[in-house]
């Protein structure tokens, strides 16, 4: 099945934003007319997926969506990415090596030094998960190598209390450094059927 989502945005004056982009399944957009986007994907609608730049002008913009379902679930989410919004995208990518990702953000001004919502800059997410590309890109692009690093139980309770919700499976964290215990901890159930919460034991 195929349907269109339309909305009109008006503007006082021309601008370009980054709007992030989640559709169940394949979607493609146009903007006053032009195809902007296309992504004929199999997937849930998750907030963010795609990066779609909108040269908007000003007075009346039409925004046309075509969202096809594949099975199973159907929807969209379609926004203009904040501030804090394109520095998570930007962390996000780094985390995964996405070179296209991070230089379409770059590009539209997004500053390499942000941190996400748990404090992690972009650098630190691309040394994080060993993505050498990354890494030289960013510091070619004015990273700073010296930025703090967020606290370690802070930035882990942000992480897996993100990921570890209502009755999702559970998770147990230890963080060992020199052969000590910096830190253990539960999020979650180990049992969803009887609600017993999991703990690192």
Known sequence: VVAYAYAEIEIAESTEVLAGLGSDDAVRVWLNGKQVHENW??????????????????????????VQNGRSSWGFVFRR???QGLADKLVAASATGDLEGINKL???????????KHGLTPLQAA???????AVTLLLKKGADPKAPAPSLEPWLDAVFTDAVKGLSPGAA??????GKIVLKKGYGYASLEHRVPITPE
């Open 127 to 133: 040394r994080t998960r060993g993505y050498t590309n």
């Open 81 to 83: 990415l904040g501030a």
């Open 173 to 178: 964290v230890l963080v060992a450094r020199d």
């Open 41 to 66: 994907a199999d997937r849930a609608a998750r907030k963010d997926d795609d990066l779609v730049p909108l040269d908007l002008q000003k007075g009346t913009n039409r925004l046309l969506l075509k």
């Open 106 to 116: 770059l590009a539209r001004g997004v500053c390499v030094n942000v941190t996400n």
